[in-house]
């Protein structure tokens, strides 16, 4: 309903006091509640620096850069997993004697 923190605060107050004197019907209460809702994401955007034109794209690039994490992370295991198999097997060729074997 509300395009900014200090609009959205005194239509809330409006909103409040037509409640009072209607006898607080249904829909006016349902818009209290959403213009409180607004209200309070934007405050909580607001504080949390996310609330100019810039946010979302910010948020749209560290979502990148956690894929990128997440999948750097799952080679770099996938990789430790492959030189220990190679080490594992390794160290068993040379407890049961294939490298005489080979020779």
Same mark, same amino acid.
Request: glycine fraction near 10%; charge should be neutral; charged fraction near 25%.
């Given at each position: ?10 239509? #809330? ?5 037509? &409640? %009072?004197?209607?006898? =607080? !019907? /249904?829909?006016? $209460?349902? @818009? ?15 504080? #949390? ?5 810039? &946010? %979302?794209?910010?948020? =749209? !690039? /560290?979502?990148? $850069?956690? @894929? ?15 030189? #220990? ?19």
């Amino acid at each position: 309903m509300s395009g900014g923190n200090s609009s959205g605060g005194a239509v #809330l107050a409006q909103l409040m006091a037509q &409640a %009072a004197e209607r006898g =607080a !019907e /249904l829909v006016t $209460l349902r @818009a209290i509640a959403e213009e409180a809702g607004e209200l309070g994401a934007t405050r909580a955007l607001t504080r #949390l620096g996310l609330a100019d034109e810039r &946010a %979302a794209r910010d948020m =749209a !690039e /560290l979502r990148e $850069l956690l @894929a990128a994490w997440r999948d750097a992370k799952r080679s770099a295991w996938k990789s430790v997993f492959g030189w #220990l198999c190679a080490l594992l097997l390794a160290v068993l060729a040379v407890k049961l004697g294939f490298a005489e074997f080979v020779k």
